[in-house]
């Protein structure tokens, strides 16, 4: 058993399939948010008032979403892989800005917390895995735009690059106690809408995947895609001129 920094699984025909489904399923959500956006009320105001509801300068957010964890480490040249579905609490800081009137560009920094220990039951040779986490990092850019006469809706997409370290400790009742270390990193992508309520609080709903690549290394399973569900709360710390 030898420490590794980083776990990546290879593809396969099945994750192709699943890939199909995930992208079918997308195009089913990208319609209901689209309708949800054009059937919400749309409110005629000033050019003042359509300042107050600009989405431009740096902003804060706070996000509830619920998640693929997974955690890998390194038994006799295999990558052995385990995953649950976990709830993260989510906090960003962003900087956005307007072009071309209603047209919205930015990037983003996050930082999570979560209960990401895993474990894997002793299996085929006899050797139990505890994987132990509970926080996660990303940045990533996000472009998107500005829907409605009072200016008050944001539908955009984002994609962000997010890592989570492991420690790992694999147990054996005849070779002993192992220490490893995991790092997982993978693209987070999707499509979020959000709404704002005043100059400064906004909410968001946002839905998406990721994509994960194990290279070439051997794995006891697949990590396919899935979709992630979020919603949270947004702060413009700075309001800027209308277009």
């Known amino acids: 058993v030898r420490p590794i920094a980083a776990c990546h699984p290879s593809s396969s025909q099945s994750q192709g399939d699943h890939m199909s489904i995930l992208q079918l399923k997308f195009k089913r959500l990208l319609r209901v948010l689209l309708f949800a956006t054009i059937s919400c009320p749309l409110y ?9 509801y600009a989405f431009d300068g740096f902003y804060l957010g706070a996000a509830v979403m619920s998640q ?5 480490s390194m038994i006799a040249d295999i990558d052995v892989l385990t995953e649950d579905r976990r709830t993260i609490a989510e906090a960003s800081l962003g900087w956005r ?9 930015g990037v983003e920094v996050q930082a999570g917390l979560l209960d990401g220990d895993l474990h894997r039951e002793a299996g085929t040779g006899g050797f139990s895995v505890d994987y132990s986490n ?3 990092f990303g940045f990533g850019v996000n472009a998107g735009r500005i829907l409605g006469s009072g200016r008050r809706h944001l539908l955009y997409v984002y994609a962000y690059e997010t890592e989570r370290n492991f420690d790992v400790k694999i147990s054996h009742p005849s070779f002993g106690t192992f220490i490893q270390s995991d790092e997982q990193g993978f693209l987070r992508y999707g499509l979020a809408l959000e709404t704002a309520w005043s100059s400064r609080l ?3 709903v946002a839905v998406g995947t990721y994509r994960v690549d194990f290279g070439d290394a051997r794995t006891n399973i697949n990590i396919g895609s899935d979709i992630e569900m979020s919603i949270g709360l947004v702060y413009q710390l700075r309001r800027s001129k209308s277009s």
Do not use: K, L
């Open 44 to 52: 005629s105001v000033e050019a003042s008032d359509a300042e107050e």
């Open 202 to 204: 906004r909410t968001i």
């Open 134 to 136: 509970n926080s996660q």
């Open 68 to 72: 693929n964890v997974w955690g890998g």
């Open 97 to 105: 800005h307007s072009v071309f009137e209603h047209w919205v560009v």
